[in-house]
């Protein structure tokens, strides 16, 4: 059964950089038939898709978050991870890696399958 | 961007009886070359992280009970849950994959009345 699990410092300072890792275990993020998104959801609100990335690299993101955020992939670990720089008390949220199926030659499609997510509160 | 709106945003339903729950997108996502919504729904139940329901509009995925069901074209969708049980309080959340900016509807609460 294919898990992801998030990790990463749950408070930020303002103005440093949230960083992220997503653990896949149960399956391969080099398949080809997945790319790996990152979600984030602030409390009591709604869901904010922030960017998904390929095994290879090829990635894409939210253009009012490209500025601020870089999604790399460790295929070797078998992970994936966010780094979302400058942030304010608004990138307070809960943060979900998952997994979005694809198939070419189309764009990533859903997410079927996501982790329990971590909660960023950024505080001074 | 494609905008997703949801409506309406909470609804309470006696158990047993169906709920209606409706997204409708700024622009169709109705892909002509293959002739498939890209739209999607989710379930998130408290403390839960969302759960797919449908893809492509009307697609169950598996184990999702046969009371939940997609349907619609274009810009306007909707999830019917056909006799509410307690374990379907959640919020709803429609998901459009048209664009790569992909999107979310502001979600439906779902509770027992």
């Known amino acids: 059964q294919l898990q992801l699990q998030e990790s990463g410092p749950g408070l930020v300072k303002p103005s440093e950089t949230l960083s992220l890792t997503c653990t896949v275990s149960g399956g391969s993020i080099s398949s080809s038939s997945y790319y790996w998104g990152w979600i984030r959801q602030p409390p009591g609100k709604g869901l904010e898709w922030i960017g998904s990335?390929?095994?290879?690299?090829?990635?894409y993101y939210k253009p009012s978050l490209k500025s601020r955020v870089t999604i790399s992939v460790d295929t070797s670990k078998n992970q994936f991870s966010l780094k979302l720089n400058s942030v304010t008390a608004a990138d307070t949220a809960m943060y979900y890696c998952?997994?979005?199926?694809?198939?070419?030659?189309?764009?990533?499609?859903?997410?079927?399958?996501w982790g329990r997510g971590t909660l960023v509160t950024v505080s001074s | 961007d494609i905008v997703m709106t949801q409506s309406p945003d909470s609804l309470a339903v006696s158990l047993g009886e169906r709920a209606t729950i409706n997204c409708k997108s700024s622009q169709s996502v109705l892909y002509s070359s293959d002739n498939k919504n890209y739209l999607t729904w989710y379930q998130q139940k408290p403390g839960q992280p969302p759960k797919l329901l449908i893809y492509w509009a009307s697609t169950r995925e598996s184990g999702v009970p046969d009371r939940f069901s997609g349907s619609g074209s274009g810009t306007d969708f909707t999830l019917t849950i056909s006799s509410l049980q307690p374990e379907d309080v959640a919020v709803y959340y429609c998901q459009q994959y048209y664009s790569t900016l992909w999107t979310f509807g502001q979600g439906t609460k779902v509770e027992i009345k």
């Open positions: 990335i390929y095994y290879s690299g090829s990635t």
């Open positions: 998952a997994r979005q199926q694809y198939q070419l030659p189309h764009s990533p499609y859903y997410f079927d399958y």
